[in-house]
C-alpha cells in the first residue's frame, strides 16, 4: 500500500522561509511524478510545483522564484522549500505523486497547513 506523509508545515512570518516534506513508502517512488496543491480557504486548489522522474521542476507563476522542489530518491522524499513567504501562500498544501503515464493524480499525502502571518 502506497503511503504519503507530509510534514513540515507550520506558522511563518512574512518573509521567512519553511520546507515542507513528502515521504512515500509502498511504491517506486524514483519514476514518478511528485508535487504539491494547495487550498486556500474559499478558494480553488491551485497546482503550487511538481518535480518529474528526471528532476525536471515546474511552477506556478505566484511561487515562481521564491519556492523550490527538489527530491532525493535514495530516501523517498520530495521537498518544498518555501522562501520569501506571502500571506496569500497561506493554505493547506497537499503532496502528490503520479504513476506512469503520469496522467492521474493516483496517490494523495494527508495535507499540512501553512500560516503565513505576523
Known amino acids: 500500500q502506497v503511503q504519503l506523509v507530509e510534514s513540515g508545515g507550520g506558522l511563518v512570518q512574512p518573509g521567512g522561509s519553511l520546507r515542507l516534506s513528502c515521504a512515500a513508502s509502498g511504491s517506486i517512488f524514483r519514476i514518478n511524478h511528485v508535487g504539491w496543491y494547495r487550498q486556500a480557504p474559499g478558494k480553488e486548489r491551485e497546482l503550487v510545483a511538481f518535480i518529474t522522474n528526471f528532476g525536471s521542476a515546474n511552477y506556478a507563476d505566484s511561487v515562481k522564484g521564491r519556492f523550490t522542489i527538489s527530491r532525493d530518491n535514495a530516501k523517498n522524499t520530495a521537498y518544498l522549500q518555501m522562501d520569501s513567504t506571502k500571506p496569500e501562500d497561506t493554505a493547506v498544501y497537499y503532496c502528490?505523486?503520479?504513476?506512469?503515464?503520469?496522467?492521474?493524480?493516483?496517490?494523495w499525502g494527508q495535507g499540512t497547513q501553512v500560516t503565513v502571518s505576523s
Open positions: 502528490y505523486m503520479k504513476a506512469p503515464p503520469y496522467r492521474t493524480v493516483n496517490y
